[in-house]
């Protein structure tokens, strides 16, 4: 059976060679999400084949080198960034560093793992948000494991189901880190978590970025307004 690898080179090839297609990593980038069944025949079938093989690969290595809970981590704060902020769908570098950031988190590694670049160019300042929160942020706050928070989310899911019904989807699950300390989306904490398990985490203000520490990276996440 042919690998993966494989199959891509002998794609990659035939669009570069026989198709003359010389912008190709820019066509990979843009359709590294787009479902290559969905594609209409001919070249742009064999463009989205190629992204999606080439995807595959990469989520092989980051999984060989130990790094699939910190891809899990980025690709699931690539996935929420908003449709109008093209800069932000991908990871992007800033400061020597990998960053993924969608507006209310934003996480950067010591070591970059394989992801795709944004389609476009990042220009947010994302080293100065980790430097203001870093320098601000000096009230230690208990880090819960990963257990607690998935059980706490099924639970309150659960919950708000029976509470809303259809409309359960749109309720956020919010996780409180006790009385006069800020309150956070509980799903965008556990992503976090997930790629910095054991991170220390401090606060500054009950409106101001969190900030956590890890030997693998850094990471900042935006507390929600509450009537608390």
């Not at 209310?104 to 670049?117: E, S």
């Not at 989306?185 to 890890?214: E, G, K, Q, R």
Request: aromatic share 8%; hydrophobic share 35%.
């Amino acid at each position: 059976m042919l690998s993966r690898s494989t199959i891509y080179q002998v794609v990659y090839d035939y669009l570069v060679n026989n198709e003359g297609i010389k912008n190709i990593d820019a066509l990979l980038e843009k359709w590294e999400a787009t479902d290559p069944t969905k594609a209409i025949s001919g070249a742009p079938a064999l463009i989205t084949l190629c992204a999606a093989l080439r995807d595959d690969m990469r989520t092989e290595s980051n999984k060989a080198s130990g790094k699939a809970n910190i891809e899990k981590a980025k690709r699931a704060i690539i996935k929420t960034a908003p449709e109008h902020r093209r800069q932000l769908q991908g990871a992007f570098f800033s400061g020597g560093k990998q960053c993924a950031c969608d507006g209310y988190r934003a996480i950067r590694l010591n070591t970059p793992i394989d992801l795709p670049a944004p389609p476009e160019p990042c220009t947010v300042d994302i080293g100065r948000l980790f430097a203001d929160a870093q320098h601000n942020a000096t009230t230690p706050l208990e880090t819960p494991s990963q257990g607690e928070l998935k059980s706490y989310i099924k639970i309150t899911k659960a919950e708000n189901k029976a509470k809303y019904g259809k409309s359960a989807s749109r309720q956020r699950v919010l996780w409180d880190f006790g009385e006069d300390r800020p309150v956070v989306n509980a799903v965008y904490l556990l992503d976090i978590l997930t790629a910095f398990p054991d991170a220390a985490i401090t606060c500054s203000t009950m409106t101001a970025p969190l900030y956590f520490s890890h030997a693998d990276g850094e990471a900042i996440l935006l507390p929600v307004r509450t009537n608390k």
